[in-house]
């Protein structure tokens, strides 16, 4: 199971965390990572992160900006997202694939084997 919290309205420039708590099963050895999905438009990757925490890789939309980072003991992760803009309006769901694919590999839905029930971010202008 995984639970994401931390959304919310923010203004323009405002900054968010997002947090992402795994339970029923330790994720310490999986690659994990944040979609997001607009009104109207499909889920996309935000940000995958590597199981030791090494290895990260970010959408280009929000290279920069956004960070991800997990902590293993408290089988968690986080999105620190700053600079955020009314683009970036979405419901962000955190996601883990099977424990063989990597954070590199796992930009597409279809390598995702654990979602979270997402929380909405809402950047006013």
């Known amino acids: 199971q995984l639970q994401a919290f931390g959304g919310g309205l923010v203004q323009a420039g405002g900054s968010l965390r997002l947090s992402c708590a795994a339970s029923g099963r330790t994720f310490s050895s999986y690659a994990m990572g944040w979609f997001r999905q607009a009104p109207g438009k499909e889920r996309e990757f935000v940000a995958t992160?590597?199981?030791?925490?090494?290895?990260?890789y970010y959408a280009d939309s929000v290279k920069g900006r956004f960070t991800i980072s997990r902590d293993n003991a408290k089988n968690t992760v986080y999105l620190q997202m700053n600079s955020l803009q009314p683009e970036d309006t979405a419901v962000y769901y955190c996601a883990a694939p099977n424990p063989f694919t990597t954070a590199q590999a796992m930009g597409t839905d279809q390598q995702i084997s654990y979602w979270g029930q997402g929380t909405l971010v809402t950047v006013s202008s």
């Open positions: 992160i590597s199981w030791s925490g090494s290895l990260t």
